[in-house]
């Protein structure tokens, strides 16, 4: 299958998720707090995958300027736009309860929550296309993180979008259409970047880190509190430690450990040339050179 089109595939099984647990949320009557517990599980499982995964991945790349130059900017852009969209009704998009508002005390509330859903999908999305770049597999553990916390976001927003009135068309045409944007953000995130110097991957992949971080600070982490309370940090431990013991029992993909060799041997050359220097500076030395 050729890279763009597993991109493509990959980035909708992720999307999908969103789909899955609108669907759940819209059909059943899901209790409140054990949304909230799930949102801080998928919460979790997304620390876990961007600490483990996204960042170890940028850092390959491109090394620590590029990654930390990448993972300042995603969270500054994210936070950004964050604040644009939360004043135009979005604010509270992923909550399950009574907080979104409805379009009559708001109006153009409804286009800010899906702009803002949109917003949140995007950079998870670009970073699966990213990561099967130079012909490498796909990080399995990643697109299982994001699927996992797609489900709970999906379920949490669709009863507050259902609290709030918004009709069925409208819940699954959101959705539905940030599956497919997901799917093509994938995409595109392979094609455009797929020319481009190891470094700026780096700070790409490094961006996507850094805006997901914020997402889960800005939206997820407080849904999961508000709600579970005492049991938050407890399930977002739990999701965190099932996506570490993904990431070390799957392992990097081979084009992560091509990276990684490629670093050690730089490592080690490095190391040669200033081991032979110190050397021959020692012979100057001895013979008063």
């Not at 970073?127 to 709970?152: C, D, K, M, Y």
């Amino acid at each position: 299958m050729p890279g763009w089109l597993a991109a493509g595939v990959w980035g909708l099984v992720a999307g999908s998720a969103l789909v899955v647990g609108t669907a759940i949320a819209f059909w059943l009557s899901v209790p409140r707090r054990l949304i909230a517990a799930i949102m801080g599980f998928g919460a979790g499982v997304l620390i876990s995958a961007l600490s483990f995964d996204l960042m170890a991945d940028a850092y390959r790349r491109g090394g620590f300027a590029a990654t930390s130059v990448g993972f300042l900017a995603g969270a500054i852009a994210y936070t950004a736009a964050n604040w644009a969209i939360s004043r135009r009704g979005a604010k509270h998009r992923k909550r399950s309860g009574t907080q979104q508002p409805k379009e009559s005390e708001a109006p153009g509330s409804g286009l800010a929550i899906a702009v803002g859903a949109l917003l949140d999908g995007i950079p998870e999305s670009i970073a699966i296309g990213v990561s099967l770049l130079g012909g490498g597999s796909v990080s399995v553990v990643a697109v299982a993180a994001i699927f996992l916390s797609n489900v709970p976001e999906g379920l949490s927003s669709t009863a507050g979008m259902k609290n709030a009135g918004r009709s069925a068309a409208y819940i699954f045409g959101v959705w539905s259409f940030i599956a497919i944007a997901s799917a093509l953000a994938s995409l595109l995130g392979y094609l455009l970047f797929s020319h481009l110097p190891p470094s700026f991957t780096a700070a790409t992949v490094a961006v996507a880190a850094g805006a997901i971080l914020t997402m889960l600070a800005d939206t997820m982490v407080p849904e999961a509190f508000e709600e579970a309370q005492n049991l938050s940090g407890l399930v977002t431990v739990v999701g965190f430690l099932i996506a570490f013991v993904l990431t070390q029992l799957v392992g990097p993909s081979d084009q992560q450990q091509q990276q990684h060799a490629a670093v050690s041997a730089r490592t080690s050359r490095a190391r040669v040339v200033l081991t032979t220097s110190a050397r021959q500076e020692v012979w100057r030395c001895d013979r008063g050179v």
